[in-house]
């Protein structure tokens, strides 16, 4: 940690902040500077605590931490990258991997005609919302747990492992009985329970990156998951909010290579929910595989027009086929095998 | 309901958009325009449903829904201001409010020295954290259910009604049990689950703005509390992200009276949690006042270099009376007294 | 500055970058800390050159830089507040400040008309644009020098003095033969020509915030300013862009006493084009003078309705004469006279 | 146009806006729904001007636009692609074009350096700034017409074509005299009468986006060079800000396949800027071209550890090759040839 002096801090409030420094068992190391001085702090085994002392002392201009604040995550502590395996698929190998699927579970027919149009097309995960978090309380929120049932019956059709969204604590012991991963929300982020509750069921975790997180705040999120023990977590870029109306999320492209380098865990993209357009899916989808996202979650719906939720931004299946050969063409260009 | 077609749209694709909107049982109304035509949709009761079969259909550019999405919560639905009371304190009246206490519940002692020092200085409800929601895991994460008792016994001890922090469905009965007004945090703005299971409990909430809400998410997370019946809900201006590192977050006081405009809740500003510094909360409470809010949230503590939590934002009893002052001198010359 | 090392780095990596230091004439002071070492440097006289030597080194994680990059206009160079004189008009002083008048000239009947009434009111200086930065090319642009001349009559009718905002190098000495302040507006505060030459110009210069601008580049603009020897420099919040779409732009008030205790400059905030709407000009109006702004810049048209631009916001002149009292009270609870 | 009036709104307020509409030479059109009326707007020719005349009438609530601000620019207007052409330069054809260089054209011998580095490794277009926009008034700004000189010089060396900023109107004829094309930056995106000398002078022209601007505020700033009768105008994507500080910009390429969408103009994409660091550059230009951009524009040093601006985000000639090999995978998985 560095304590930046204000400018016209005199020796007096220097040494102040030197022996108060030192009463919390540190080393101060003052640097005279051409404005103001710095005092650097060194003897400490983690984040300085009570940095506070030192903040609200006469003549402290700021603090600036050096150490990051998140630690299993990160690629300094674990060089290599992890892969998280879901039954047969396996996340942040050479291979990309597509999830895809209807954004809610509507109907047994709709569900298993679209698992089976994307497992033709080549998609190795099968996703669908049994429990959805929805902006306004009047929309509809999932069929709960006869939606768990009908992916069940969709794994079994066609040997895809499932993923869905846990909303809650109270919920969370339903749905592991029937999904494979379990997906936390972008509002649910920081929803700190819910991760620890997560963490120690052992379920692989797809994390959203909230759409206000930074991708600091992304990692101590999945921090949480891993202090409990559950390293099998997948990350997942999927717009941020900014002022640019023209779609609804900013995609955050350059998130991607930025957390390979933080951290040794895999990172997909949802090209979907980023534009909440379809005609945006193909070229955002090509892009995350060129950035270097190790997969896709992709929503795809048989008859849109008509979907219960987020028709607009669902593929249909002919559409869906188009993106996996773009797909498929871009990972060749980066040297990796898609998945099957 | 608008739908607005592509400049290029013929004759053909404009009667099919109007076939389909008579098919779902609305009236189409075609208004051709100098580049394009737009199609009124009349005969609705609610929100046009299953818009996306417009949407997705050839020639359509755009739908633009004139619905505001939230009702309970409206003025056009609720003319008159609602008050809130919670035991001997009203919000949404002419009287200033004013919740003042620490940012966690750390020690008995600690929380009734500053019990008694916010009461003296004139507010009127005291705040406290038992359960922290923090970034980190490693941080502080509050005295549960020993923080709750300390509460109880610093409202009997200064007659305050107490305000704390709910995090999830779990710990709600808990928290209920010494609590006189619920605090949704911020992160946790778009836990659903959260906000109706606050709804039905029938306490009051204090129902704070994500960071990255806009106005109108922030009545329709309040629209899931009035739909489980409960209409005592305050909510909170906190601060915004934004692009600007210089503090925390932005304050976004223009919230207060578009708030005020577009619903009849009350609205209080939270001054501490906004900039992240002591230095910036006497400016930005009288500001708050000046913009019409009806109260103000603000953390204080005795000792704020030893404080667990927040300390850089805490402001010591003094300079807490001294903020008392100033905000009462706006009050007058906003012709509304203090609440007392 | 600071050189945080990465985890990994060894001692040779260490002391190479220590080796770069010194080769540059600086001393580097090495702290272990417990994940990584960081470098401090110390025997510069300012900013530290070629950084980029350091930051390209192997082990190099990042570099901190502590000196902050303005120093004329902040107020560790210069403690007491700047007074910013034009004509009989202080900013900075105890007194608030109003400039008011319409957005564009209009018409020579206009503008006397609106000069008049706001003059009455209590405004002390008359804004009005003869040229006019527009999104669109089709938009009105203004009325030219012919628009400067009806300014200039209306300095005579009324005794104020004139502000009008400049737009380019070219028009600079015809706008400094009429005016008697100079505006930058928000779209130009980094044009940097352009404030060089107003810098040399001599005239007192009001410089609006970019709406995607933080308080740092606000004050390296007005660097710009100070460093051609004009120090008459009044700074403008604006409004900045955010994610949240129900106003035009986020009024950050917290920038007022944030750039009070950066800089020794007047601050002045402008409730008009903040909001793009005529009733939230009042609450925001009252809000900046309880921030601690120096004065407001305000829009006024006698039949906004008919307005050529942006008549959406303006007040008439009976709202402006109930902003002016309300401003006032507040003003009187701040202890600050209004300026006449 | 739409109006939208509020639920309370009575018929005699209807009808009032109505009987303007017609005063104002349109017909109108009203549509009562569930809670509210909205009134259509037909016979106007162009965007409906004084429209405050309406947006101020009792009973009012919003004005919707339906015609896009826009027209040269849009795909409405022109629907195949505008090829741009800069001597044997394509852009927005089939072959994607890289422009390549070093920030600042420093010396003779680094230039010429640098030129043929990129040329030999692909590019087909030479950046250079000889005159810098630069935040800080004390960073470096540029060789002037010295640096205008070695770009020509480092033209007639390699072939290729030059681009260079203009940052005002001043300097304008003087950068005409060497330069093949011109470009605006950023920070200059709305400086009118920039845009409009720019597009009276001829040449072709790179118009990066602002920071803050929205897509629709690119397209609007592009419409004022066209309006000049300039029609050879590109587009290029460099970066917005957000709330994410992890890195120094936000590179928006969902926003390559929008602006293809809506405009007929090439868009290249500027990995360098976005992101601040060098590391990133790779994955970007890959996902850019894969997004669907028509080139790229890089920034490259054969000593950026000495560069005099942007040091950190250069590539080194060595790397520059790696991104050429790289881009040219994905430009041929997007079937498309690099240009040569």
Known sequence: MLVVMEAHADAAKIE??????????????????????????????G???QATRLQRMP???QLIRVTSPYKLVSREFHEG???????????????????????????????????????????????????????????????????????AEAREATGMPVIT?????ETLPMVC?????????????QNYPLLRAVGRSGYPVLLKRGFAATVKDLLLAAEYVLNEGNADVVLCER???????????TLDLGAVPMIKQLSHLPVIVDPSHASGRWDQVLPMARAAIAAGADGLIVEVHHNPAFALCDGQQSLVPDRFVAM????????????RPMAS
Do not use: W
């Open 239 to 249: 717009g941020i909010r900014t002022f640019d109306d023209t779609l609804r999320f």
């Open 59 to 61: 003549g402290v201009a």
């Open 165 to 169: 969204e846990v909303m809650d604590v």
């Open 47 to 49: 984040p300085v605590e």
């Open 81 to 151: 990258d992890t892969l998280v395996q879901v039954g047969p698929v396996v996340f942040g190998g050479p291979a990309v991997t597509i999830i895809a699927g209807p954004c809610t579970v509507e109907t047994r027919e709709q569900t298993l005609t679209i698992a089976h149009a994307v497992r033709e097309a080549g998609a190795t995960m099968l996703r669908g919302g049994a429990f959805k978090p929805r902006t306004s309380p009047y929309a509809f929120h999932g069929l709960g747990e006869e939606g768990l049932r009908i992916l």
């Open 16 to 45: 102040a902040v030197c022996a108060e420094i030192r009463a919390m068992g540190y080393v101060p190391h003052p640097m005279p500077g051409p404005t103001r001085t710095a005092i650097g702090i060194t003897g400490n085994r």
């Open 177 to 189: 009985e029937y999904a494979d991963m379990l997906q936390i929300g972008a509002r649910n982020m």
């Open 324 to 335: 996996m050969e773009q797909v498929a063409r871009i990972a060749t260009a980066m040297e």
